[in-house]
């Protein structure tokens, strides 16, 4: 029925390489285009100008930390992430982990943050407000994310990415996954292999240690962000159907 309707279709959109690539592996020889989701720059820029949150006394307070944004689920790859952090909490002792979001893998990533002795350093929030989360992003010293493939449960394409670099956030994330339309390698971010903890920790370790680097990074997710907004996305389309 999928080979049926991909067949017939006029034309074919996905909404990044990863995607893309997950189709061919079924259908080889289709003519895919790639259209990204795109972001509201401006949004998370002037809420961050404007922002007076209930969390803000708190969000001091955990200064300086990393975040990750997302459902806690197996494809989003927070084990990896947790592994990576315990690897350099010794050499940034003040350093915590924010993690957002809720599901099913909530409870098991508690443990493992127990078997590593970090339940005071990293911190799972939820019911957060989109002011509350702006203020997240903007406070944080890095993005981080490790998508993988599970059983063909996959990410289509990272939002969280773009919203990071909205906030001007250099971003560490897997390669070969949703978040390479997003974070480009050694320009606003680094991808490291998929699953590879040793990788992401030492990802983290140059991004936190050389304040040139990061800086550079930080000014190239906000030039790519801003480039990246949802206008452009809707004239893809309509150029795309105006073409039909």
Known sequence: ???????????????????KREILKIIPDLKIIVINHGVDFYKFQETRNNNQTNLKSEILNLKPFILSVGTLKKRKGYEYSIAAFAEIAGEFPELKYVIVGRGPEREALKLQVTSYKLQ????FLDNLSEAELIDLYHNAELFILLPQDINKDMEGF????????ACGLAVVSANGSSAEDAVLDGQNGILVPPQDMAAAAAAMVRILSDRKFKESLAKESLAFAQKMSWHKTARAYIALYWIR
């Open 120 to 123: 005071d350093r990293v911190i």
């Open 1 to 19: 029925m999928i080979d049926w309707a991909y067949r017939r279709a006029d034309v074919l959109t996905a909404i990044s390489q990863n995607t």
């Open 158 to 165: 990272g939002l969280v990415f773009l919203e990071a670099a």
